[in-house]
């Protein structure tokens, strides 16, 4: 098991703190975060691109639009980052709704450094 140094600014008791590493306890270890991204492409309608974000991604009509625009300029825009799980999800969701609807929308997903 991984272990992490203890160390008295950690406590609540600091007094005499001079930093040296006193105990150990179990490391608690962060789950790695994807990011959601969304690409552009010609065809795609702006305004189905807004609804995307304000449906999967819990966007105001503002925010979507702001996002959709700034996909629209670079090419490619970050919008959302979440588990793994979460991430695929959203991906699985956006991805299936542009095919049902006939458009060539492409959203991934990458791992955050
Ligand atoms: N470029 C598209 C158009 O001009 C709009 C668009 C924006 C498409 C963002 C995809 O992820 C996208 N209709």
Redesign the pocket.
Known sequence: MLLQPLRMSDKQDDEGDTSILLKTRPKTQRPPLYKVL?????????E??VH?LERFFNMTHAQAFEV?????KKG??VVGVFSHEIAETKVGQVMDFARRHQ?????TMEKEE
């Not at 458009?103 to 959203?107: D, E, I, K, S």
């Open positions: 969304l690409l552009n492409d010609d065809y795609t309608p702006m189905f691109v995307v959709m625009l700034t996909v629209h490619v825009a458009h060539p929308l492409q959203c």
